[in-house]
């Protein structure tokens, strides 16, 4: 594959449009693969527009892979969180797009439908014209944007509700480091939000990772001190770039044992998602091109 391969070009944009449909970096990339077997099948000569046309070969294929992939969902055990990345600081520059591929809005596209998840990522995020998301999901261009509009106030409805500034978002992080470092219970307290959430994806596979979201800020600082307390060994967490946002990596004795990430609104952690199933933290070791 040449370096001048519209497929190698524009790779980082196609991996960013699988991943933010499937919440799968692994699962994107299997599609990028399914993807680029068809683009080599192709006279390419006489594709006007390689750019929208492996865009819709992408969009196709992760819709085919959805399907597939719908019962491993459904049997999964305790909560379904995305599989985190580790992005550059750059990305937050693309406002737009670190909002899009934040672990909260991909968790927020989850309870969307295949086609109007793919429909509300190719028009929000990728800004793609209506009649060309219509040839990716196979509809016609009026239903594609009541589709759109439909999927736009369900996201409105669920999205965090404001857009933090980078520095009280590194501000807040830091402080919920310091605090789990340390076991400050009051620390904690002061960095949660009152009615915070938060959800831990363990996979079935980690033992202590709650399997119901737990709520309030004194019952999950509790949860939280006495997880570190009971954790057999040194737990250190520190700060690290998630989807295009400040995040934490929590390690065991050296060892990652799980990824987190926040909202943060008023100063104060709204959500946290935890990430601990060891089969999703495998790419935490480069970081991801993301790319629109």
Not at 68 to 85: C, K, Q, S, V
Not at 113 to 128: I, K, N, Q, T
Not at 207 to 231: F, H, M, N, Q, T
Request: proline share 4%.
């Amino acid at each position: 594959m040449s370096s001048d391969d519209p497929f190698v070009i524009h790779r980082g944009l196609l991996f960013t449009v699988a991943y933010e449909l499937l919440g799968s970096a692994a699962d994107a990339e299997d599609v990028l693969q399914e993807s680029w077997l068809r683009w080599a099948s192709v006279d390419q000569a006489e594709v006007r527009d390689p750019r929208a046309y492996l865009v819709r070969i992408v969009t196709r294929q992760a819709l085919n892979h959805l399907r597939t992939i719908a019962r491993r969902r459904e049997d999964y055990l305790g909560e379904w969180l995305p599989e985190p990345l580790l992005t550059s600081p750059d990305v937050a520059d693309d406002v737009e797009l670190a909002d899009s591929v934040s672990i909260a809005m991909l968790t927020v596209l989850q309870t969307l439908g295949p086609a109007e998840r793919a429909v509300f990522v190719l028009r929000e995020v990728f800004d793609l014209p209506y009649d060309e998301i219509a040839d990716a999901v196979g509809r016609s261009p009026a239903a594609v944007r009541q589709i759109a509009h439909r999927a736009k106030e369900h996201v409105t409805a669920r999205r965090p509700r404001v857009r933090v500034e980078r520095s009280e978002f590194e501000e807040v992080v830091g402080r919920l480091v310091a605090a789990l470092n340390s076991g400050d219970l009051q620390g904690l307290m002061d960095v949660l939000a009152p009615d915070v959430v938060s959800v831990a994806d363990g996979g079935g596979k980690v033992r202590g990772a709650a399997r119901r979201p737990i709520v309030g800020a004194e019952r999950l600082a509790r949860y939280l001190v006495g997880g570190l307390a009971k954790a057999g060994g040194v737990v250190h967490a520190s700060e690290m770039w998630v989807n295009g946002q400040p995040g934490i990596r929590m390690e065991l004795d050296g060892q990652l044992v799980g990824v987190v990430s926040l909202t943060v609104e008023d100063g104060r952690i709204t959500r946290i998602y935890s990430i601990a199933n060891p089969d999703k933290l495998g790419r935490l070791a480069e970081e991801a091109a993301l790319l629109r």
